[in-house]
């Protein structure tokens, strides 16, 4: 490959990657949490918008005989975004505002020749689709400061006593009163090993199958989601082992995986 090539591969690459950065600072932990108050739903509705705008601010060039609308549709896309940040009531008035004042000026526009019908058809469809998003949003009844961790589940787990624990507790107690030389106290000590060994693989199984269900349950709402999506929501527990989960699950045909590497999502199997 010339000089010539490979600097155009490195140029394209480079603003892929600028492009990334830019597409992900929705989902930095700040972000997240205080603009979107920890919301995957209020992150999908804001990128819906997002695209709308990028939509709108392609055909404004059709415009540019009419200053009036031109300056109007510019203005419905920048406030299409500022919009979707409000906190969930006034995001709703204030979206449906602007979305019926894009329907007119499309209308217009369509009427006065100033734009085809296929452009302000996928304008409207885009349109419809927001709509729909904020119109059917409901907030959380649980927040995600709210979910019970990982130490909690565990610590709850190991409160309650299966009936196995229970049998393994009485043999224990017989073992120790039966006698008292030393075979009797390696007896003791044998079966102290076997109730910690037995207890740890029951915390262990609890843990790991409360881990999953609430992966489960993240994937079920968003659809489809990334690794990142849901470490953001479990704490404490890096994201190799939330992909160790997610292999799991697709191994027993829970999930679906699609995509590769830092693509890859994941969604509920039909």
């Not at 949490?33 to 060039?61: C, G, M, Q, W």
């Not at 995001?91 to 296929?118: F, H, K, P, Q, Y």
């Not at 302000?120 to 927040?143: C, D, G, M, N, T």
């Not at 994937?219 to 479990?234: E, F, N, P, Q, W």
Request: glycine share 2%.
């Amino acid at each position: 490959m010339s000089d010539k090539g490979r600097l155009k591969d490195k140029t394209i690459s480079t603003k892929r990657a600028r492009n990334a950065d830019i597409n992900d600072i929705v989902l930095d932990s700040h972000i997240f949490s205080n603009i979107f108050a920890k919301d995957i739903k209020r992150v999908f509705i804001y990128k819906k918008a997002e695209r709308l705008a990028k939509a709108i601010h392609l055909i404004t060039p059709a415009f540019t005989n009419s200053p009036t609308l031109r300056n109007k549709i510019d203005s419905i896309a920048v406030s299409l975004v500022e919009y979707a940040i409000l906190p969930p009531a006034s995001a709703r008035e204030s979206l449906s505002r602007e979305l019926l004042a894009l329907s007119s000026v499309l209308s217009i526009a369509r009427t006065g020749g100033m734009l085809s019908g296929m452009n302000a058809e996928i304008i409207a469809k885009e349109a419809h689709a927001l709509l729909q998003e904020v119109a059917s949003y409901e907030e959380p009844r649980l927040f995600l400061e709210e979910t019970p961790s990982l130490a909690e589940l565990a610590r709850n787990a190991s409160s309650s006593l299966s009936s196995r624990e229970r049998v393994a507790k009485n043999e224990s107690a017989y073992v120790k009163s039966f006698s008292q030389n030393t075979i009797t106290t390696k007896v003791k000590k044998d079966a102290r090993v076997v109730k910690v060994a037995k207890g740890q693989m029951l915390k262990d199984n609890t843990v790991k199958t409360s881990r999953r269900d609430a992966i489960v349950s993240i994937i079920r709402k968003k659809g489809d989601a990334y690794i990142k999506d849901i470490s953001t929501v479990i704490r404490n527990v890096s994201e190799k082992t939330i992909q160790r989960e997610l292999v799991y699950l697709v191994n027993k045909g829970i999930l679906v995986r699609k995509g590769t590497r830092r693509w890859t999502s994941y969604s509920l199997a039909n």
